[in-house]
Every structure is written in C-alpha cells, then in structure tokens.
C-alpha cells in the first residue's frame, strides 16, 4: 500500500547543501582569533557533520577544559554569524527546483543539529525561503533529532512525514521518531535501513511525485 505522505522534512548539511568549505573558513578565522593552534580543515569537519555541540567539543576540542571550550564554541558562532553568508555553500543539483516543485504536493520543513543562525543563513544564502514552511534546528532546542522530529510533527500538525538526511544519526534519529527515513547517498554519511534512497535529488523529487499521481 502506498504511503499518503502530508509533509518532507529535510537534513540541511550533506543533504540540501555542501557548505563545508565555507564552515571551514569560518572555524579558522575563530580559532586564529583566539590564538588556537588546531588545524581545522574539510576533511576535519566532514568527519564530524551532523554532530552536536557537545558531540563536536568531545571530538575536536577534548584537550581544552569546560571554560575553553565554550568560548571556542562562542567564537565559531560568532564567526558564522558574520561570514557563512558571505562564503555560503553549493547547493546538490536540482535541490533548488526540487523543493519548488515538491512544495506543490508536500508540506516542507528543515531539521539540522546545526547552530541557531545556520538554517536562517541557509534560506537568505540560496532564496528558498518560500519553499520551507517551519525549521527547527539543535541550537534552538538542544534535544535529539527524534524530539525535534516529534516536535514538529505537533507544532504544525504533520499525520505523515518523511525524515531526508545522510547519515547514520539521521536514520537512527527518524527510527526513534518512528518516521519513515529516506536516505540520500551523496551526503556525508553510510546508512544500510532506510526507507528508499537516492543517489541524485531529482530522483527522490520524482519519486514522491509520482507518490502523488
């Protein structure tokens, strides 16, 4: 029997866009501020994508008290607030025309662990503003993804929703909510359950689409 999905809601990082790059020159120029010597660099940051705050101070900064790395963390925020949006990311193809046409037959929603500003930056960065409904990320509300899931699904009433994302975390998260997690392989992560996956946005556009007809 075919799912009557009502709604998507989407991964940013790895999943919408890759912005890596531009995280990376952010980290750096905070790091430099504060005279750090780590060395913060793609693969570095790829590695810990989708992490939480405290997640990414166990991995990345373990050697730096309490007090050090929450002005590290202060300090990146900070960084990112004034220059993500200058730096920006790359949207995947057809990500842009993809939530367009979706926004037709679906509720759309965005779901990252990111900081708080990062998804408003997101939207003013690729204009898809008028495409995405609600967004709800782990800087505005530090709970797991599945909570944020739950949290969503109440707030604008979502019957049937889909959890997009890239990586294992994503897929354990929507498994908790008990949500259907659709996987997408060019991300930053390797996931073997999953509801459908897709190695291109257009084919996850098509699909749901089709859902439709």
Same mark, same amino acid.
């Given at each position: 029997?075919?799912?009557?999905?009502?709604?998507?809601?989407?991964?940013?990082?790895?999943?919408?866009?890759?912005?890596?790059?531009?995280?990376?020159?952010?980290?750096?120029?905070?790091?430099?501020?504060?005279?750090?010597?780590?060395?913060?660099? +793609?693969?570095?940051?790829?590695?810990?994508?989708?992490?939480?705050?405290?997640?990414?101070?166990?991995?990345?900064?373990?050697?730096?008290?309490?007090?050090?790395?929450?002005?590290?963390?202060? *300090?990146?925020?900070?960084?990112?607030?004034?220059?993500?949006?200058?730096?920006?990311?790359?949207?995947?193809? $057809?990500?842009?025309? $993809?939530?367009?046409?979706?926004?037709? !037959?679906? +509720?759309? #929603?965005?779901?990252?662990?990111?900081?708080?500003? *990062?998804?408003?930056?997101?939207?003013? %960065?690729?204009?898809?503003?008028?495409?995405?409904?609600? !967004?709800?990320?782990?800087?505005?509300?530090? %709970?797991?993804?599945?909570?944020?899931?739950?949290?969503?699904?109440?707030?604008?009433?979502?019957?049937?929703?889909?959890? %997009?994302?890239? *990586?294992? $975390?994503?897929?354990?998260?929507?498994?908790?909510?008990?949500?259907?997690?659709?996987?997408?392989?060019? $991300?930053?992560?390797?996931?073997?359950?999953?509801?459908?996956? #897709?190695?291109?946005?257009?084919?996850?556009?098509?699909?749901?689409?089709?859902?439709?007809?």
């Amino acid at each position: 029997m075919t799912h009557q999905f009502d709604s998507l809601i989407f991964d940013m990082d790895g999943t919408l866009w890759d912005a890596t790059d531009g995280y990376v020159k952010c980290w750096q120029i905070a790091l430099k501020k504060l005279n750090y010597p780590d060395l913060i660099n +793609r693969p570095i940051l790829e590695s810990v994508m989708g992490y939480t705050e405290e997640q990414l101070l166990a991995k990345l900064f373990p050697h730096y008290n309490p007090a050090e790395q929450k002005e590290i963390i202060s *300090t990146i925020k900070t960084a990112q607030d004034d220059y993500l949006e200058t730096f920006g990311g790359e949207l995947y193809a $057809g990500v842009a025309e $993809g939530l367009q046409q979706l926004s037709k !037959h679906y +509720r759309l #929603f965005m779901l990252s662990n990111c900081f708080p500003n *990062t998804i408003y930056q997101f939207l003013n %960065v690729t204009k898809l503003s008028p495409f995405i409904e609600g !967004h709800i990320c782990y800087g505005e509300n530090p %709970v797991p993804k599945s909570e944020n899931i739950k949290l969503l699904q109440y707030k604008y009433d979502l019957k049937n929703t889909v959890y %997009v994302g890239d *990586t294992l $975390g994503d897929a354990q998260q929507a498994a908790i909510a008990k949500v259907p997690f659709v996987f997408m392989t060019y $991300g930053f992560g390797k996931v073997d359950s999953y509801y459908q996956s #897709f190695d291109q946005f257009t084919d996850l556009v098509n699909y749901f689409i089709d859902l439709k007809k």
